[in-house]
């Protein structure tokens, strides 16, 4: 997740070229945040950027949680969590939240192995500092 200030097509185009492989493949909805209009009849696109882009256009309001059903639990998960944990937060500490929120979404199923990954990290560690 990444805190961006608006959904221009510039914008995004940015963030994808600086946080996605060019040789990914996306699957978005159809906005038209994706193209961008360089010159009066050129546009450049996401799949400018990438190997592949398909975009998803869904028509039935219905159908919306049904076509990309874990981008609407994370974002639904991350706004219950700010909520619930932080009540109010400031802007300038929004990608740290996201950050942390991220983190923690992605180990929810470490909880068992938590100590155990510890441990082998305690045991594994070699300083570079030596008492003389």
Known sequence: MKVISDLKA???????KEHVSPKACLDTDDSTSYRVLRTQYKYVDLKDNVA???PVKVVD????????PWVHVAISNAKRWILANHHD??????????????YKFNRRYFENATF?????????YKNEFRYI
């Open 61 to 68: 309001k219905k159908q919306v949680g049904k076509v990309f």
């Open 116 to 124: 155990d990954r510890l441990l082998l990290c305690a045991i594994s």
């Open 10 to 16: 510039e914008t995004i185009t940015e963030q994808v």
């Open 89 to 102: 937060i400031k802007e300038e500490f929004l990608q740290f939240y996201l950050n942390e929120f991220c």
């Open 52 to 54: 592949e882009h398909r």
